[in-house]
């Protein structure tokens, strides 16, 4: 049998993602081995979860570096040395340098609450119900130097319903968010998909045309 996926997380908040990936590899659905829980706020509920769940936990305070760049340096150093084969971004808040991130292209997915390209950055569920939208979701993409701006692995699709709200809207999909990242992770895990320099998704060896979509905890062509 072949070794579980070593994997490293980084959250800056409660960790509820974190938390469906641990749930994921209880459960014996998801082959991984969470080598490190980083965060970049010492208060972060992520924290809290990988230390009841036993993995290893890391909290840096950016603050403590005289740039961005230096801060993220060292992170990836720390992350590198323990082994990880994948780095998760699951509500990482802080934006990257793309000098230090760039040994990690390829490695590195990130969980973004919208159907990127639409509404890279913050505020995703207000923008979407300003815009009028039908439907909203969310993305899992490999990390690149550009602004949620790398290839797009997988999504997932809901309506926009009357009497939506922010917190609402946000509250809905955080169920598919759930169902979407160990989803990718899994795939990962399996050796089924990999990253197509430059900008591009391979499942099976064959580069995606579209991005996968969720359908209900499998994602689908």
Known sequence: MSSPLRIAV????RGSNLQALIAARDAGTLPVEFVLVGSDKASAGALDLAQAAGIPRLALNPKAYPSRRDFDLDLFARI???GAELLVLAGYMR???GEALHPWVGRMINIHPSLLPKYRGLHTHRRALEAGDLEH???????TAELDGGPVIAQARIGIEAGDHEDLLAQR???YEH???PAVVRL??????????PD?????GERLSAPLELRGDELRR
């Open 10 to 13: 980084l959250a800056s908040g």
């Open 80 to 82: 590198e040395a323990t």
């Open 95 to 97: 934006i990257l340098d």
């Open 137 to 143: 979701g969310a993305s899992v993409h490999y990390v």
């Open 173 to 175: 999909l955080l169920a």
């Open 179 to 181: 169902r979407l990242l």
């Open 188 to 197: 990962i895990a399996a050796s089924r998909l990999a990253y197509a320099a």
């Open 200 to 204: 591009g998704v391979a499942l099976d």
